[in-house]
């Protein structure tokens, strides 16, 4: 967008504490008057050191470490972690396994959009949505304290299998949960998504066009808001996502042009119903065995690397490892998708108004746990 | 001007549209607990408060190598030949006796690794949550009951602490 700025230029700081960053993020905003000339986001104020960190770890322990970088679909981000290291030492996994972890992952990742649906309408000035999606995230939490005995820090994957079994009878809690979960969608939709207000304030704002959005480096919701068909999922299968039927939904444009804020929720709200879909069909493949069954009594990978990506929540989230043969990581590098998107902010934020930026920066869902780690 | 009167005729036609299933809520059951007076049910496989059966421990310390925030110490030392042998609940032969078995609460996160690794199934999260304390200090828990023959000299199990 061509503005030309008075010259009168002021400088505003949003965050740390803001309550609508989402985590510890300090915006430097460059106004003049209402219209935001520059953004420049500062980040790093939850910086733990993990990569570094983990180098002192045996490969076993970084699993309570990946959980804390996303603190929103913990369960995505570990699992990510195990699989790298199972490409790293070649173990396969049984079905059983396999089944059961695209099950919790799909689970996390209708939880972490529930945050980012109801977060963003608690942004926007509807809180109403926010409780409701807390409410249904909820059950979600309350099947992953039921398997594994923590609510937000699992720890549940491990290398080779699974910590522990699924108790009993939870297949048809979950199942039971999705039937009244469904309709709940169609609920917040007439709540928040075709909302004139709602619409008002994310349609046409914050435009990320497929050519810049690509060029950036844009993954995951906010890749498919600007109308690309990318999903790691469908375009490089890992854990078996090839034999499940669903659809990648992209951003169409509805209201305005495409690529705004309005269509990047949009593409959560539809994908929480795909991995619906998906978390059924699993629970149907779902057969008899034992998930410990291919875990390593040591865990001491052959020297190497490996890059393994799997599609998080919030993008597509890569690890890199470099082992030199003992049993803790010589070197870990994450790829956040978060950090990624964080890039483009900038560019999406000139010449819109304050008011925008916080629109903006509430579509694309960014957990600062995870770009700072 | 007809936009206008049009936009906010269409934002109150939303409105109204929200509120009739927002509404809807207004007749159904609360579903918060008051916490202190009522409390959820927490379920079997709770990962809160660690407890260590210190009877059925033998002292391998492979919970302390596995944990990776480094928050168990023990501390072990050979039994005598001419001490009459101890047994664990499983009928594990106890060779080792630990004298120090300290956990510290504050610096542990909860990631269980301990409990799976340990043998003899004797180290346990448990579903105690309610444990705050006035001092950091009083996180510390220690477990063992037994005292070295040999003070000085004896071999340390864990990881050196900072």
């Given at each position: 967008?061509?503005?030309?700025?008075?010259?009168?230029?002021?400088?505003?700081?949003?965050?740390?504490?803001?309550?609508?960053?989402?985590?510890?993020?300090?915006?430097?905003?460059?106004?003049?008057?209402?219209?935001?000339?520059?953004?420049?986001?500062?980040?790093?104020?939850?910086?733990?050191?993990?990569?570094?960190?983990?180098?002192?770890?045996?490969?076993?322990?970084?699993?309570?470490?990946?959980?804390?970088?996303?603190?929103?679909?913990?369960?995505?981000?570990?699992?990510?972690?195990?699989?790298?290291?199972?490409?790293?030492?070649?173990?396969?996994?049984?079905?059983?396994?396999?089944?059961?972890?695209?099950?919790?992952?799909?689970?996390?990742?209708?939880?972490?959009?529930?945050?980012?649906?109801?977060?963003?309408?608690?942004?926007?000035?509807?809180?109403?949505?926010?409780?409701?999606?807390?409410?249904?995230?909820?059950?979600?939490?309350?099947?992953?304290?039921?398997?594994?005995?923590?609510?937000?820090?699992?720890?549940?994957?491990?290398?080779?299998?699974?910590?522990?079994?699924?108790?009993?009878?939870?297949?048809?809690?979950?199942?039971?949960?999705?039937?009244?979960?469904?309709?709940?969608?169609?609920?917040?939709?007439?709540?928040?998504?075709?909302?004139?207000?709602?619409?008002?304030?994310?349609?046409?704002?914050?435009?990320?066009?497929?050519?810049?959005a690509i060029?950036y480096g844009v993954t995951g919701p906010n890749l498919r808001g600007s109308?690309v068909?990318f999903d790691v999922?469908?375009d490089?299968?890992?854990?078996?996502?090839?034999?499940?039927?669903?659809?990648?939904?992209?951003?169409?444009?509805?209201?305005?042009?495409?690529?705004?804020?309005?269509?990047?929720?949009?593409?959560?709200?539809?994908?929480?119903?795909?991995?619906?879909?998906?978390?059924?069909?699993?629970?149907?493949?779902?057969?008899?065995?034992?998930?410990?069954?291919?875990?390593?009594?040591?865990?001491?990978?052959?020297?190497?690397?490996?890059?393994?990506r799997t599609e998080c929540?919030r993008g597509e989230l890569g690890?890199?490892?470099?082992?030199?043969?003992?049993?803790?990581?010589?070197?870990?590098?994450?790829k956040s998708p978060c950090f990624t998107v964080?890039?483009a902010?900038?560019?999406?934020?000139?010449?819109?108004?304050?008011?925008?930026?916080?629109?903006?920066?509430?579509?694309?869902?960014?957990?600062?746990?995870?770009?700072?780690? | 001007?007809?936009?206008?009167?049009?936009?906010?005729?269409?934002?109150?036609?939303?409105?109204?549209?929200?509120?009739?299933?927002?509404?809807?809520?207004?007749?159904?059951?609360?579903?918060?607990?008051?916490?202190?007076?009522?409390?959820?049910?927490?379920?079997?496989?709770?990962?809160?408060?660690?407890?260590?059966?210190?009877?059925?421990?033998?002292?391998?310390?492979?919970?302390?190598?596995?944990?990776?925030?480094?928050?168990?110490?023990?501390?072990?030392?050979?039994?005598?030949?001419?001490?009459?042998?101890?047994?664990?609940?499983?009928?594990?032969?106890?060779?080792?006796?630990?004298?120090?078995?300290?956990?510290?609460?504050?610096?542990?996160?909860?990631?269980?690794?301990?409990?799976?690794?340990?043998?003899?199934?004797?180290?346990?999260?448990?579903?105690?949550?309610?444990?705050?304390?006035?001092?950091?200090?009083?996180?510390?828990?220690?477990?063992?009951?037994?005292?070295?023959?040999?003070?000085?000299?004896?071999?340390?199990?864990?990881?050196?602490?900072?």
């Open positions: 967008m061509e503005v030309n700025y008075s010259g009168d230029i002021m400088t505003l700081n949003m965050g740390p504490q803001h309550p609508s960053t989402h985590g510890v993020l300090r915006l430097e905003l460059k106004t003049d008057g209402e219209i935001v000339a520059d953004a420049i986001p500062h980040i790093g104020y939850l910086h733990r050191c993990f990569e570094k960190h983990v180098e002192n770890v045996d490969y076993a322990g970084v699993v309570p470490f990946t959980d804390r970088m996303d603190y929103c679909a913990a369960m995505n981000m570990e699992l990510g972690y195990v699989l790298a290291v199972e490409k790293l030492m070649g173990i396969e996994v049984n079905e059983r396994t396999r089944y059961l972890r695209i099950i919790m992952a799909e689970l996390g990742r209708i939880a972490s959009h529930l945050i980012a649906a109801g977060t963003y309408g608690n942004d926007i000035g509807s809180f109403t949505p926010f409780l409701w999606c807390f409410r249904d995230r909820e059950d979600i939490l309350d099947f992953f304290e039921e398997t594994c005995g923590a609510r937000l820090l699992y720890n549940y994957n491990c290398i080779g299998g699974l910590t522990q079994d699924i108790k009993p009878g939870l297949e048809d809690k979950i199942l039971k949960f999705l039937d009244r979960f469904e309709p709940e969608v169609d609920n917040l939709n007439r709540l928040l998504s075709d909302n004139f207000i709602f619409i008002k304030r994310t349609a046409d704002v914050g435009i990320l066009s497929p050519e810049k060029s109308g068909r999922r469908k490089e299968p890992y854990l078996g996502y090839e034999e499940f039927d669903f659809d990648v939904q992209v951003g169409k444009g509805e209201h305005g042009r495409l690529g705004s804020c309005w269509d990047r929720y949009m593409v959560r709200i539809r994908e929480v119903l795909e991995s619906c879909k998906i978390v059924r069909q699993a629970i149907a493949k779902l057969s008899p065995g034992d998930v410990r069954e291919n875990v390593p009594k040591r865990i001491k990978p052959p020297k190497g690397e490996v890059y393994m929540p690890y890199y490892i470099v082992s030199d043969g003992s049993p803790k990581p010589y070197r870990l590098k994450v964080m890039s902010f900038r560019d999406m934020c000139k010449g819109t108004m304050i008011a925008d930026v916080i629109s903006i920066l509430g579509s694309i869902d960014i957990v600062l746990g995870e770009i700072d780690r | 001007m007809l936009t206008y009167f049009r936009n906010i005729g269409q934002g109150i036609l939303t409105i109204v549209n929200s509120m009739a299933v927002a509404s809807r809520h207004l007749f159904k059951p609360s579903v918060t607990l008051q916490y202190p007076k009522e409390k959820w049910a927490m379920p079997e496989r709770s990962r809160m408060r660690l407890h260590n059966k210190v009877e059925d421990c033998i002292g391998c310390g492979q919970c302390a190598r596995t944990c990776p925030t480094d928050c168990i110490l023990v501390k072990t030392e050979k039994r005598g030949k001419e001490e009459p042998p101890v047994f664990a609940a499983d009928g594990t032969a106890k060779k080792l006796r630990t004298y120090v078995f300290d956990i510290d609460m504050a610096l542990c996160c909860y990631c269980g690794l301990c409990t799976f690794a340990c043998p003899t199934q004797c180290l346990v999260m448990t579903g105690d949550y309610e444990y705050s304390v006035y001092s950091i200090d009083e996180h510390i828990y220690h477990f063992a009951k037994e005292k070295p023959l040999i003070p000085a000299g004896s071999k340390e199990q864990s990881p050196s602490k900072g």
